[in-house]
């Protein structure tokens, strides 16, 4: 028998990987991430227990590239959902309003693990500079670009920040802070219309959102000007 190419023998180890990237998910989703433990996980992955220390240098580190391998997949698909976006300013605001409901739908839908998540980050190691954190900043700073900014640089750690803010006061014990009320303020900061997006239910906006004008929401072409001023 021939012996495996080295693509093969690469895409082998991006499974493997990824099999314990969605373990580590589903057993702190379940468990709680004190609760789960590295041999838990490589008996879900189907891995061997040494596995995980060729990948990861430890629990922690594994963890934070499990959500942020969630967090990727999710905003992906976010930005996805909808289908394409229009040219030119209302196409960058739709963008950039995907990209926020995306964020927040983590903290919404994943509390386990985005509490764990929040925590880890606080402790002194902070951000995790793997693969999956990357094509997270990747996909985030796309957005901003698209949005408009000038200064992708300065603008992208600034929105990654009120973000990560968002989704603290969403999940803080005993005084959680409506998730509809922090897209809402996230939408008046940067102008965004709050029909953008995934809007939540059939609330009507709170106060001090913009709305689409009639002549957003029947799909006829709008030129810049009028996205901006939302005529």
């Known amino acids: 028998m021939s ?41 879900r992955a189907g891995s061997a ?48 309003a995907r990209a926020i409901d995306a964020i927040l739908s983590m903290a919404r839908d994943h509390p386990v693990l985005m509490r764990a998540h929040m925590a880890g980050i606080l402790q002194q190691e902070g951000f995790v500079q793997c693969d999956e954190q990357q094509r997270l900043a990747s996909l985030l700073r796309d957005a901003v670009t698209r949005y408009g900014s000038p200064d992708p640089d300065t603008d992208y750690p600034l929105l990654r920040a009120l973000l990560m803010g968002a989704v603290v006061a969403v999940l803080l014990p005993g005084i959680p802070m409506p998730l509809e009320r922090l897209r809402a303020e996230l939408f008046v ?31 006829r072409p709008v030129s810049d000007s009028q996205a901006a001023s939302g005529r």
């Not at 190419?5 to 057993?27: G, I, K, P």
């Not at 940067?190 to 029947?218: K, M, N, Q, V």
């Open 189 to 219: 900061r940067y102008g965004l219309p709050w029909e953008l997006g995934a809007p939540p239910g059939d609330a009507p906006p709170p106060d001090g959102t913009r709305t689409l004008s009639p002549i957003h929401l029947s799909g």
């Open 3 to 43: 012996p495996r190419s080295a693509s093969v023998n690469e895409e082998l180890r991006r499974r493997s990987r990824e099999r314990l990237l969605h373990a580590t998910v589903e057993l702190v989703a379940e468990r709680g991430y004190e609760a789960t433990t590295l041999g838990d996980i490589a008996d």
């Open 49 to 96: 227990r040494g596995l995980i220390s060729y990948y990861f240098p430890g629990k922690r580190q594994l963890f934070q590239s499990a959500v942020h391998r969630l967090m990727h997949l999710t905003l992906s698909e976010g930005l996805e959902r909808g289908g394409p976006v229009p040219e030119g300013q209302l196409g960058g605001q739709e963008t950039l």
